[in-house]
């Protein structure tokens, strides 16, 4: 296979998945250590819904890209493409799963009454529409997107081809 170098948007990662993976760690209270269940072929279908154990899961795919976004860290072009296919899904669904579990360990009592309060329940102000920016899932999401720029970047690069970049 010929060796291309790396696209700058795939060079460009090595902040980016840093940022993700910090994310990911603060959202979901992700543990230093994830430990997976081998103890059979079943074992997994509890932690696949699990949204910690989703997000400890791209949390070492952000690792793996990490690295193969590295200079001088030799992949191939399909490598990336299905790295960044594999985290595609959990990513897309983080910003809603941390809403979820945010709404479902919520004390609503408490809420309810800090709403009342004259500074809130932790002095924020509460949002004036349903519909308001959350500023925390707009980034999340604009550096989700500069996965698939990378990958665009790649398959350009490449000519659509599976060659080795460096």
């Given at each position: 296979?010929?060796?291309?170098?790396?696209?700058?948007?795939?060079?460009?990662?090595?902040?980016?998945?840093?940022?993700?993976?910090?994310?990911?760690?603060?959202w979901f209270d992700v543990p230093d250590k994830a430990v997976i269940s081998?103890?059979?072929?079943?074992?997994?279908?509890?932690?696949?819904?699990?949204?910690?154990?989703?997000?400890?899961?791209?949390?070492?795919?952000?690792?793996?890209?990490?690295?193969?976004?590295?200079?001088?860290?030799?992949?191939?072009?399909?490598?990336?493409?299905?790295?960044?296919?594999?985290?595609?899904?959990?990513?897309?669904?983080?910003?809603?799963?941390?809403?979820?579990?945010?709404?479902?360990?919520?004390?609503?009592?408490?809420?309810?009454?800090?709403?009342?309060?004259?500074?809130?329940?932790?002095?924020?102000?509460?949002?004036?529409?349903?519909?308001?920016?959350?500023?925390?899932?707009?980034?999340?999401?604009?550096?989700?997107?500069?996965?698939?720029?990378?990958?665009?970047?790649?398959?350009?690069?490449?000519?659509?081809?599976?060659?080795?970049?460096?």
């Open positions: 296979m010929d060796t291309i170098p790396k696209p700058d948007e795939l060079l460009a990662l090595h902040g980016v998945t840093e940022e993700l993976f910090d994310t990911l760690r603060a081998l103890d059979d072929i079943d074992a997994a279908v509890g932690e696949l819904g699990d949204p910690v154990m989703i997000a400890a899961l791209a949390m070492r795919k952000l690792q793996a890209l990490r690295l193969l976004s590295t200079p001088g860290v030799r992949t191939s072009t399909d490598v990336v493409v299905s790295i960044v296919q594999d985290l595609n899904r959990a990513l897309l669904q983080a910003p809603t799963m941390r809403l979820k579990l945010a709404a479902a360990s919520t004390d609503w009592d408490a809420a309810f009454e800090a709403l009342t309060d004259a500074d809130g329940a932790d002095g924020a102000e509460a949002p004036a529409a349903a519909d308001d920016e959350d500023v925390e899932s707009e980034r999340f999401r604009a550096l989700h997107a500069k996965l698939h720029e990378a990958v665009y970047a790649v398959l350009a690069a490449s000519d659509g081809e599976i060659r080795y970049l460096v």
